[in-house]
Structures are given as C-alpha cells and as structure tokens.
C-alpha cells in the first residue's frame, strides 16, 4: 500500500510543477487589468520571476517620500517586488494615486515589508486609508515578516481612480513594498453591501511541499492561499483522477468562478469518521460590532461507491445555517452567508448528516470584514479640477489624498462645502489656495480648469503676472460671487459675460491693462446696487465709472492720520499695562479690599459640625468625585447646591493637602477661582465645603465620550478665565502662590460654563524678596509637569505656565495628554508635528467640524506652544497669556460676526495687499 500512495504523490508533483511551467508560458498574456506597483523601485518594468507578473515603479503614482531597500539578510525571503520600499519621513498623509478602469470591483493589495532598511530596529505603526477612509492600521512585528492588507471594493462609476494614503500616528514611519490590483468579475463575492477587507483565505487540503503559498498564475485572479490545517483533528483528501476540477458553479449559484485547481484538488476531513470540521473562526474577528462575510468552497474529490454518501449540515453557533449539503464531484460550491454575521467568536461547523456514510469535507474558505467607508469622497470634477491647477502650475506641495475630507487632513487653502445627505463635498473657495500657489507669482493665462469647479463662489487671482484677455469661461461659474483679477497684466476688453452671473456681488479688475467700453450691463448693476464694480487704473479703458481719486486720497489721508492715533493710543496703553506688570511682578501694587478679602477661616467661613455635613450630603448620598484627598459629594445647604469634599482618614498626604487648601482659600478670592464656603475640622472628621460646579470639570467635557460638545468661542471663553484665575494667583496676593497642579481635571465649570481653577493642596507660596525660585520637591500630575521643574527641583510660576499650555492644547485638539497607544505620545510632540504641515484644520477637534476662525485658531495654537516651551524663560508670564487669550477670543467673536452679516468672502484688505498670506506658522 505504501508504495501506491508514494507512487501517487510523486505523480501529483509532477502534475503541479507540469502545470506551473504551463501557466507561466501563458502567465504575461493573462494579466489584463492587473496593476502592479513596486514601491521605491526606479527605472524600467520588470517580470517577477516565479509568479511571471510584471511590475513597474511607482514614480508616477506619488510625488513625495524616499526610496529604500530592505537589508540584504532579509532579501532571500522575499520576492523582488518586495525588497524595495518607499518611506515617508516628511507629512501627515501621503497617498498614492492610481488610474483605473471605473464600474469595476478590485481586489486591492497593499503589502508591508520593513527589513530593518533604516537601521533603527524600530518596527513602524500607522493608518492605511483608501481615499478619505480608513482602511487598516498597520502594525508589524517582526522586520522580516510582511503584512498584507487586502480590500475588495467596487470603484463605482464614473471615478476613474483610487487614492492609497498612509497616515502618520506619531509612532514611526510610514512606508510600503508594494501595491497590487487586481479586476475581479462583479458576480464575485456577493452581496455586495461594501467594501470587505480579508481577514483569513486558506486552503484546507493543500498537500504542496512546505505548505506553499499559492497565487498567480494558480489562481487567475491573484488571490493569496495559505496553508490551514488543524493537525490534530483533521486529515487531507486528495483527487484520484488528474482530471481537472471544474470552477464552473451550478446555475443556481452561478456568483462565484475561477478558484484554482491546485487549491479544489484536495479537501480536509475529519480524522474521525463521525466527528466535524469546526474552529476555523479567526481570533482577528474579534470585533462584536463588525460585519463579517465567509465563504466555503467544496468540491468533492473522491469517487464514491454506489454505497457510499457524503451529506453535511453547516451551524455557526448552534444554529442552523445551511444544509443538508451534498457536494458535488469535479465542481465548486461555494456556501456564505447572505446576512452579516456579528463579530466575536463564532463556532462554525460543519459536521454529517445522519445518513451520510462518509464524514464532511472542506476544500477552502475567506473570511472578510465588512467596512464602513462612511465618508464620501469629494466631486470627481472638482478634484480633476483642482489637481489640474496645482500640475498646470508645477507645485510639489505636500498637497496629498482627497482634497476635502476627511476634514482634519483636507488641503490646506480650500473652502469645501458638506452636506448631510448622500452629497459629495464640493470645493467653493480657493482664496488662501490660491495665493499659496502664488508666492512666486503665477504667470501666464488663467488656468481653464478653474471653470471645472461648479460651485465655486470666491475666486481671488489679485497680484499676480498673470496675462492674456479675460477668459470667456469664467461665465461657467453660477455660483461665483466675489472676483478679483487686480494687479496683474490682462488685457484686451471686459467680457459681457459677468453680467450674466446672477450671484456675482464683487469684482475688480483695477491694475490692469484692459481697454475699451465698460460692458454697459455691469454699469446697470453698479447702478442698481448689485455690484461693488472696480475699475481704475486700466488707463484705455472707457465708460461712465469714475474712480474718484481725489476722494480716494482723502479717505487714505484718514486713515493715515487715525492709524497714527490710534497707535500713540496703543503705545501708551501698552506703556501703562507693562508698568503695571512690573510693579505686580516686584511686589510693588497695592490691592484694595474690594480686590483681595482677608480674614481669618473662624470669621470669615462658616464652621460645621459633622452632623451637619452628614444632613447636607443627605448621608453623602451622591458622590460627585474621587481622589488623593478624599471623595466628594453633593449637598444643599438651604437651597444652595454646594460640594463637600471629605478627607479620608487613612490618607496622610490628603490631610496636609487639607490644611495647605484651608490656608489658601482663606486669603484668596476671584471670580475664577472655587469659593470656599465652609470647612468642618470635627476631631476625625475634614471636610471642606464649596460652591457647586453645576457642569463639573473640563476634562469631562474634552473626552471622547462627552455628549456635549463646547464650542470654539465657549473653550476660548474658559481658557480665558482659567487663565486669569492663575494671573490672580501669581500677581495679585502676596507672598504670590504657585498652583502646581493645574490640569483640565482641575477647571470646574458652573452653570453658564464659567471656569474656575481648583483643588489647591499642592500650592505653595513663593516669596518675591528671596527670588522667583524654590527648592521642593517634585509634585504634580504626569503630562502636565513642567520637565526644567522635573529635572531641577526647583519651582517658579512658569510651572503652572507650563501646565496651563498643555490644557490650552486640549481645549485646542480635544486630545487627551498622554496618547492611548503604546507609545504614550504627548500631546506637545503630536501638536509640533502637526504644525510641520501648515494644516490647522488637522490639529483642531475634528468635532468642532470647522466652525472656528482659522486666524483666532492659530494664535491659540501659538500661545499654546509658547506656554509648552522646555526653557521656562521662553515661556509668558501668565498676564501676558491673558492679554493674547483675550485678543484671540475678540477675533473669533469678529469673526463670527462678519460672518453673519456678509456672504463668503475673502478680505478685501488682503486681497488689495500686495503680500501674499498663507495659513501656516510662518506667518507669525
């Protein structure tokens, strides 16, 4: 017998390695449609050798990173088109572009192979996107095994190419070996709910020498087979005849073709005769939330005996879920389930009917995720549009992935338009994009693909060298409402065509050297008062609207003159404010009563006793927190909300915290700093008592799981009064105080979002007549810590500066301190990279979704950074940080206004300036 079955194996590898040489003879001629990408590969295509696909670089699909190679220990692993790779050290989102057939479905591969190519040892994670989704995070552990993330995705019509983006989290590099796509017939893998991202695809019978992975040209669509097998309960079938197996599906179920014969040739059956196929669930599908998709391919591969019958039922979980089945000789079934399955671990099994004499078998079987690509990609015709602008001007900005969405990554300059509906966003301004584009001036005529771009409204071209007429097409803008072609060089006559646009409300073609008749239906719009019309300065241009220099220049004379005054006005303001804070810093003010009340805690706070904190507390009932202190409860005291913060009896620490609060509160008072209302010091019994905080802290309302969401203006308004709360604790009592705990968990909001700063156990005073500095020791919340007071021991008021700009960054980017991931990412270092791009939109909560002014955004940002400095006499003092909180809150609330009263529009000061403004930090 042992003979026959070596005899039969040796046969059965002659027939594969036959039939490989026979499919390579043809594997080039079958490839129509594969697109095969190796990334950081230059120079000419090239046949990989095994498989016979060709491969070419990917210079033409994206414009940025590096390329590398992974070292050569690493090479003989893996195939040519993954020993190379390309990097992106620089940006947030880099992407790939690629042109393909659209109404197609695709399986789409991205493959992972790090090799240690940068010598660090240091395995990379990041997000994989397609488009504006999220496809995958990628996460490597070892530098010689590759990842695979494969996605199967119809590309619907009529977009005719796909974006591959890699997005840095801040812990490590971002890179990729290759892209592959590969068409796959649209019968395929119903019920075509969305795109499915693989998780598991495995051959259950393979019998290859080292359980090789099978892909093309076995299997004419590419797809990768690996080798599954549960040794300890299942064993191998194999086809006794070297006839073919037919991937031609019953009529009935004629949705799935073309799977391998290399992989339907064989089959798993249970080594026990009466027992079943089962755990074959992944753990990957861990997901109680997700959508899960599997698909069971059979085919009978032994010839029965007329007394023999293989039937099976199929359960997942103890429910039924198909069958009874018989498979059928020398064809493929394939079995899945037109209904997501729910994550988790789920039992499929697969196990014989009562009357079937031969046990069950399993030829193969994928399983896919269902994933929510929720955000829609941005009109086609705009992106064509805008990508043809930025080639047609030869910019080689970072200007990566859809233009539009997802918001925090959008292109920096662009105003878009979202719906709530299944309406794509489209782009409507291209104002700061388009004096980004103009830093060096943009020459020659305008760009006609500017016209592609429907619903735009605002339209500034000013200041540029810009030639040739007017151009006809500008009338195929509907939408256009504000035009501004000043300073540049156009000539030839005005169109007639701006009288046709029903929206237009703005235009100036001043500077110019346009001549001829001022279209008389532009005058009747001037006239009417529809149209800001401006005009001068074309000198052969003719018509009836003066330009009225005389008054223009008495209008400049005014402004000139209350420019000037309004700066002595500044000068002096600023020269009264700075002696002021000298004289607060050096000791040097006196405060009133009505600024500071004094007094002893017995005269000045009521006393009480602990059986009447327990009848407040309604036998502390409703515990509002917990801490080192102690715990905290809500209470009435009459019919005024209080809190009541009890020491616990076994913390030491908290019983010097009490003590060190009492001493505090009793010399302190301000508006944005908790009132203390009472204490009780009864034998055992601590507890202080304070005014309620009806919205509780800042924290809360930061985090992720916060139904509320605070606006722009309300978290300025709240870093504003924290901020001055800790002005009146270092300048406005002596000896001055240092909080040196302050955190967003310890800024308490009342009932109409007032901050106040809290919790003062930890603060110390400084003495002014000794210097700034204290030896003490380290106290403080992780994240928050000044790091020179961590290092040095020594204490100054920069400290809680330090700290208030880490809250300051998490009112900014609604971000916790310390990232959930393994690395622990603070948020300074995220923020600092971020600021790298110029895109503020990708550093401010994403659920503000844009509702800020990005100028009031920017100097927050700054005062931020400033505040975070490592040096601490690179950091404001905290009057200062008042003084630009406060101005920050003033320009958002302009800003707000502006926008309510006026159409979109971008500045005209800006535009008649002769400097281009751009949205990036080296404006400040």
């Not at 240092?738 to 106040?756: T, Y």
Request: glycine share 6%.
């Amino acid at each position: 017998m042992l003979p026959t079955f070596n005899q039969f194996i040796f046969s059965l590898l002659l027939l594969w390695f036959a039939l490989n040489l026979l499919l390579l003879v043809h594997a080039q001629d079958d490839q129509s449609g594969f697109i095969s990408i190796d990334c950081g590969k230059s120079g000419s295509s090239y046949t990989e050798k095994v498989t016979g696909i060709t491969y070419i670089s990917d210079s033409n699909f994206v414009d940025t990173g590096e390329s590398n190679f992974i070292l050569d220990k690493y090479f003989d692993a893996h195939p040519q088109p993954y020993q190379s790779l390309r990097s992106f050290p620089q940006g947030i989102r880099n992407c790939y572009k690629i042109n393909i057939t659209s109404g197609t479905k695709y399986l789409i591969r991205a493959i992972f192979v790090h090799g240690n190519y940068d010598g660090q040892d240091k395995l990379p994670k990041f997000d994989l996107y397609l488009g504006p989704n999220l496809w995958d995070s990628v996460k490597l552990m070892n530098a010689s095994i590759g990842v695979t993330k494969e996605l199967i995705h119809y590309v619907p019509r009529p977009r005719n190419y796909i974006q591959l983006c890699l997005v840095n989290k801040l812990s490590g590099i971002p890179f990729i070996s290759a892209i592959e796509l590969r068409p796959l017939p649209n019968s395929t893998y119903p019920p075509n709910m969305g795109p499915m991202a693989l998780v598991w695809r495995f051959d259950t019978g393979q019998l290859a020498p080292n359980f090789a992975k099978y892909r093309y040209p076995f299997d004419v669509l590419d797809r990768f087979w690996n080798v599954f097998n549960d040794f300890d309960y299942w064993k191998q079938l194999n086809s006794s005849t070297d006839s073919d197996v037919s991937t031609t599906m019953p009529s009935e179920s004629d949705h799935y073709i073309q799977l391998p014969f290399v992989v339907m040739s064989t089959a798993s059956t249970p080594k026990n005769a009466n027992g079943s196929l089962n755990n074959f669930w992944p753990p990957e599908a861990d997901d109680k939330n997700a959508d899960y998709y599997i698909y069971m391919h059979f085919a009978e591969v032994e010839r029965l005996q007329p007394n023999q019958s293989r039937q099976f039922n199929i359960t997942v979980n103890g429910d039924h879920f198909y069958g009874p089945f018989v498979p059928t000789y020398f064809k493929t079934n394939t079995i899945y389930n037109p209904k997501a399955l729910k994550g988790g671990l789920n039992n499929v099994t697969i196990s014989r009917t009562e009357n079937s004499s031969l046990p069950p078998i399993l030829n193969a079987f994928e399983i896919y995720v269902l994933k929510e690509f929720s955000e829609l990609e941005t009109n086609h015709e705009d992106v064509g549009a805008i990508t043809n602008i930025k080639s047609s001007y030869k910019i080689k900005s970072n200007w990566q992935g859809d233009p539009c969405t997802p918001t925090r990554y959008s292109w920096e300059g662009l105003n878009c338009s979202y719906h709530e509906d299944d309406e794509s966003p489209r782009i409507i301004s291209l104002c700061e994009f388009i004096r980004y584009l103009a830093r060096s001036g943009l020459q020659g005529e305008i760009d006609p693909y500017i016209s592609n771009l429907a619903m735009l409204q605002t339209l500034d071209l000013s200041n540029n060298n810009l030639t040739g007429p007017i151009p006809e097409f500008l009338s195929q803008l509907p939408n256009l409402v504000h035009l501004d072609l000043s300073s540049n060089n156009l000539t030839g006559q005005i169109p007639d065509i701006f009288s046709q646009l029903p929206k237009l409300t703005f235009l100036n073609l001043e500077k110019n050297k346009l001549m001829g008749l001022i279209p008389e239906g532009l005058i009747q719009r001037k006239n009417n008062g529809f149209l800001t019309l401006r005009l001068c300065e074309n000198p052969n241009l003719r018509g009836t609207v003066s330009c009225n220099k005389k008054k223009k220049q008495n209008v400049l004379l005014f402004v000139a003159i209350s420019i000037v005054g309004v700066s002595i006005l500044v000068v002096i303001y600023a020269a009264i404010r700075w002696s002021f804070i000298r004289k607060r810093q050096h000791g040097d003010f006196t405060y009133t009563k009505d600024t500071v009340q004094f007094g002893t805690l017995e005269s000045s706070k009521r006393k009480f006793a602990h059986s009447e904190i327990v009848k407040i507390t309604n036998n502390f009932e409703r515990i509002l927190g917990k801490g080192g202190f102690g715990t905290v409860y809500h209470g009435h005291l009459d019919d005024t909300q209080v809190a009541v913060k009890m020491l616990s009896p076994s913390s030491v620490q908290g019983f010097q915290q009490f003590h060190a609060e009492v001493n505090l509160l009793i010399r302190v008072h301000h508006k944005n700093l908790t009132s203390l209302v009472g204490y009780c010091n009864d034998e055992t019994n601590l507890g202080l008592v304070y005014e309620y905080m009806a919205n509780g802290n800042l924290q809360e309302h930061l985090s992720d799981s916060s139904s509320h969401i605070i606006s722009w203006e309300g978290r300025l308004r709240i870093a504003s009064d924290a901020a001055q709360g800790l002005e009146y604790l270092h300048y406005g009592i002596k000896p001055p105080i240092i909080h040196r705990d302050v955190k967003s968990a310890n800024i308490l909001l009342n009932e109409n979002f007032q901050a106040k700063v809290s919790d003062f156990g930890l603060s110390k005073n400084f003495p002014t007549d000794v210097g700034t500095h204290i030896s003490t020791v380290v106290a403080g919340t992780p994240g928050y810590l000044d790091p020179e007071y961590y290092l040095s021991n020594r204490l100054t008021e920069k400290s809680d500066v330090y700290s208030f700009g880490i809250v300051l960054l998490e009112i900014i980017t609604g971000r916790p301190v310390l990232s959930k991931t393994d690395e622990r990412i603070h948020i300074s270092q995220w923020v600092g990279f971020m600021l790298e791009t110029g895109n503020i939109y990708s550093i401010v909560d994403p659920r503000l979704e844009g509702n800020f002014t990005v100028n009031s955004v920017w100097k927050a940002v700054e005062i931020a950074m400033a505040c975070v400095s490592p040096s601490a006499i690179k950091r404001p003092i905290m009057s200062q940080v008042v003084i630009e909180l406060k101005e920050c809150l003033a320009t958002q609330m302009g800003e707000t206004k502006h926008n309510n009263e006026t159409e979109l529009t971008c500045s005209t000061d800006l535009m008649s300036n002769n400097s281009i403004v751009m949205l990036s930090p080296s404006v400040r």
